[in-house]
């Protein structure tokens, strides 16, 4: 016969003190756990979210990044005859040749300068991040303020993080990279992806800026649809002329989710020092109820529940005790939800913005991590409470 749990509720309200103290104890454990998981969930959106599945970047044979290295902008012509390219608004092979180079904006809050990533393209490189991949789907850019630029412009526009965090980028401010300055005519809304983390321009503009006349660092081309892409991006690499090779954007952002590696072992390691921590307090707060109520224990056997059923329901207790703190440490958790912070980027060297991400996942685990944490804790005390000597006890 099992023991109700309504017999473990009264005994956690009744020892009102030691519950809450337990709980909030395994509450900050929670905490420290949803903010880095939140952390890692914000980085890997940041990335995997990004680009479509429809456009395939092509880089120099070899190359692992747009930074590193670049290819003659003759054969860019080339790239625009292969076959599987969709065609922009004017019925042209909808293409993108494009230079991207790293800049040091200073933060607005004074704290210093950061690496920021600023992409020259062509007026298709627009067209084609505009373009949601489906009818219906929104597009994965969109722009929120003032204009886009203009080609042949010493003009940029920038990302709502960017502008949030850095100084000199609101509409009408001037940016000072290059040979000179650039006019901020827009901004615009990536839906937390790693287009937040750039600053847009004309790609002629950028190479003579930079020195960087006659290529390009990449090209962006966009595919009728996904299978089309696959081919294309085959094609790419497989076309003896170009000695260049192609690759989905969306698998290009998703290899950078490697910037989440140090964060992920600090998690790690946090974490587990912290839930041993929480796991001594349920164990001693369990001890503390075994032992206090020892007659009580003694008089549950004498009626006829078994230790197995005392044993579930002082691991069930225990379980509870998990459980409020968990839930303690969401809601202590849920004002930061949103919150935009910055990392590096190991391949660009440059800050990639994003926002916590407490999604249903991460609650899920936290919740998880809680109950391991309760149930490791109590198991000890249960199994004591449930060999104790039934007349040593009542004498007691």
């Known amino acids: 016969m099992a023991i109700p749990i309504s017999y473990n509720i009264r005994n956690l309200r009744l020892r ?3 519950t809450v103290m337990t709980a909030l104890g395994i509450a900050l454990t929670v905490t420290t756990a949803i903010f880095l998981m939140a952390l890692i969930a914000g980085l890997n959106r940041a990335f995997v979210s990004s680009g479509s599945a429809k456009n395939v970047l092509v880089l120099r044979k070899g190359s692992e990044a747009e930074l590193s290295g670049g290819f003659d902008a003759a054969l860019f012509p080339t790239l625009k005859t292969l076959p599987g390219i969709a065609k922009d608004s004017h019925g042209e092979p909808m ?3 494009e230079w991207v180079v790293v800049i040091i904006l200073p933060r607005k809050d004074g704290t210093g300068e950061v690496n920021v990533t600023v992409r020259g393209m062509m007026p298709d490189g627009l067209e084609m991040r505009q373009t949601p991949d489906e009818p219906g789907k929104p597009a994965s850019v969109k722009l929120v303020e003032g204009r886009w630029f203009q080609t042949g412009q010493r003009e940029v526009v920038v990302s709502k993080s960017i502008q949030g965090r850095f100084s000199h980028a609101n509409i009408g401010d001037t940016m000072e990279f290059g ?3 650039w006019k901020v005519v827009g901004v615009f809304d990536a839906g937390g992806s790693a287009y937040e983390s ?7 503009q950028m190479a003579s800026d930079f020195d960087r006349q006659g290529g390009y660092s990449s090209a962006y081309l966009r595919a009728t649809d996904p299978i089309s892409a696959e081919a294309l991006k085959n094609r790419v690499g497989d076309d003896q002329r170009l000695k260049l090779e192609g690759v989905l954007e969306t698998d290009y952002y998703a290899k950078q989710t490697s910037s989440g590696a140090p964060i992920k072992v600090i998690g790690i390691v946090v974490g587990f020092i912290m839930a041993i921590g929480s796991i001594f307090a349920a164990m001693n707060t369990m001890y503390a109820a075994v032992a206090y109520r020892g007659r009580e ?5 004498v009626i006829g529940f078994s230790r197995p059923a005392i044993l579930t329901s002082f691991v069930l207790e225990s379980l509870l005790l998990a459980l409020l703190g968990a839930a303690a ?3 202590l958790m849920l004002p930061f939800n949103g919150m935009q912070t910055g990392t590096s980027n190991a391949v660009t060297f440059s800050e990639v913005v994003f926002a916590l991400r407490i999604t249903p996942q991460v609650a899920g685990y936290a919740i998880a991590f809680a109950l ?3 149930f490791v804790g109590g198991l000890a005390p249960a ?14």
């Open 297 to 301: 224990i003694a008089t549950l056997r």
């Open 383 to 396: 199994w004591h409470a449930a060999r104790q000597n039934i007349l040593n006890a009542l004498r007691s």
């Open 179 to 181: 040979k000179g300055s």
């Open 372 to 374: 391991i944490m309760g």
């Open 198 to 204: 750039e600053v847009w321009g004309d790609v002629n």
């Open 95 to 97: 293409a993108s040749g």
């Open 329 to 331: 440490g969401i809601l």
């Open 16 to 18: 009102k003190g030691l």
